[in-house]
């Protein structure tokens, strides 16, 4: 029987035609209902809520070259989009397994790969960290022909308030890729030294202003992400020389939003570390002839890319390595403004 005392949710409909906060983009988060909203707002350069538009996606399957039967590893495999420009490529006969440390999106992921008809013996998703790499050679039948890691966080991440990646909206300041593990960036402000905070923003940011941020965050009891970027804003007042117009004091704060919640979530989710090991174990992940692409989104870590390439190369475990970052298109920036920063690196397994 029904219980009519029983509340009734609703769904809070929106009337306006541009949507700005995450529960008003119901329809972007039911893409299949809605074709008709997703080509909307992507022609105005912007990614729809519950999404991720994959980058440089052309230039990754250049490098890469899959070919039908051969046996690829997605470490990040976040919306599936590279995933499925790659399993395009590697059937009849080929297989990609698809990693992934969120134990949110993951499932959402699989589903929607499942959906568009990839079964079993084509695809297999696991959460685990790319790190832990080596652990998949047994189910990839001792090594991979291609391997592709797309650094970082994805849309579908950053646009939800709940995982408290942004400053542009109001949640718990958590910033972990794995809710389930570790400790959020609230957390991370009450445990550290304010040297330690200091070194983190310069490492993981190169925050100008690391000081006086360190100074204004280190032991404050900060648990969303608004009240964090209040703090930022407040100490970049104090920081700031007087001098400055309005345009450029705004620009400044905003770039120090960026570069703080960028380095609290590198240091939560121990990006860097994650990174190293993985560099580590690839040349014995792939299979002779192998190759690797590496898509990075900021200096830290193309630095690490480059370094680890090119020692492979002059060691002779890698035979061919990218010369140069490969950028995306100067088309595919304007239409997808979060491609700007990417940057691509390749490399090549000696046939030994
Ligand atoms: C930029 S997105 C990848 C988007 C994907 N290429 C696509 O086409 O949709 C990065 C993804 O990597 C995941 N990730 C980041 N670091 C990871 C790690 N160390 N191990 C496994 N997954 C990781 C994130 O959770 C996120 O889903």
Redesign the pocket.
Known sequence: MADDAAPRHRRVRYAGTHPKRFEQKYKELDAAQHPEELRKVISRGQTPAGM?R?ICVAEILAALDPKPGEVAL??????????QALLARLLPGGRLIG????PI?LPRTDARLRALGFGEAALSTRR????EMPTLLPEAGGGFDVVLA?????SM?IDNPARGFTFKADGPLDLR?DPTAGEPASALLQSVTRAQLRDLLVDNADEPHAVALAAALQGQYVETTTQLATRVRDAMRRALKPGMSTADRDTEVKKALQRTFQALRIAV?D?FG?LDR?LAALPTCLKPGGRAAILSFHSGEDRRVKRAFQAGERSGVYVRVAPDPIRPSFEEQRANPRSSSAKLRWAVRADR
């Open positions: 991720h994959p997605d470490a990040t495999l976040g919306f599936g989009g590279h995933a990693t992934d440390v969120d999106e685990i960290n790319f790190a797309d650094l970082g966080v994805s991440q890729l989710n990006e994650m993985f």
